[in-house]
């Protein structure tokens, strides 16, 4: 099945259409701070407060895969506010984008108002794709927890 396109193929000598349920998709890529110093002790544990600190997405019309729009914003980090080092030089974001950056609630409000311009809530017709589940599965979930608000469904 080709999920890429609206249009009739034929598997042995019967034709199906392709019907693609979502009119677009939304790919989020977050970038986070992480417990990223080996020598520290606890090195790796899952508790570790990371927190988003960029959050991209890029919507794009499943019927001819055209980008429609682009969405990036920082974010400014609570918990842990100063970078390391090696988030620094992994995401190319400086100190000064985080600190001038509003706290996630604010943010996922303007997502959620950008994304409206395409689709309404509860944007059933949008289909939201990661490069795995730590974007969505732990690290969204975190910072709705920590923020004190439901987690996006």
């Not at 609206?6 to 977050?30: G, H, S």
């Not at 309404?120 to 949008?126: E, T």
């Not at 927890?145 to 439901?150: E, G, L, P, T």
Request: a negative charge; glycine letters at 2%.
């Amino acid at each position: 099945m080709n999920i890429r396109s609206r249009e009739i193929t034929v598997i042995n000598n019967i034709f199906i259409k392709v019907i693609q349920p979502y009119k677009y998709y939304c790919i989020i890529d977050f970038e986070a701070t992480n417990d990223s110093d080996p020598f520290r002790p606890g090195y790796g544990r899952s508790d570790y407060p990371s927190e988003i600190i960029q959050f991209p997405a890029v919507l794009i019309d499943s019927s001819n895969n055209s980008i429609v729009a682009e969405f990036n914003r920082y974010v400014r980090p609570s918990r842990n506010p100063i970078l390391t080092n090696h988030i620094l030089t992994l995401t190319h974001i400086s100190q000064e984008q985080v600190n001038n950056a509003d706290r996630f609630i604010v943010v996922l409000r303007e997502f959620e108002d950008w994304l409206s311009n395409y689709s309404q809530k509860p944007f059933d017709n949008v289909c939201f794709v990661t490069d795995g589940q730590y974007d969505f599965g732990r690290i969204l979930e975190k910072e709705c927890y920590a923020s004190n608000i439901s987690k996006p469904s």
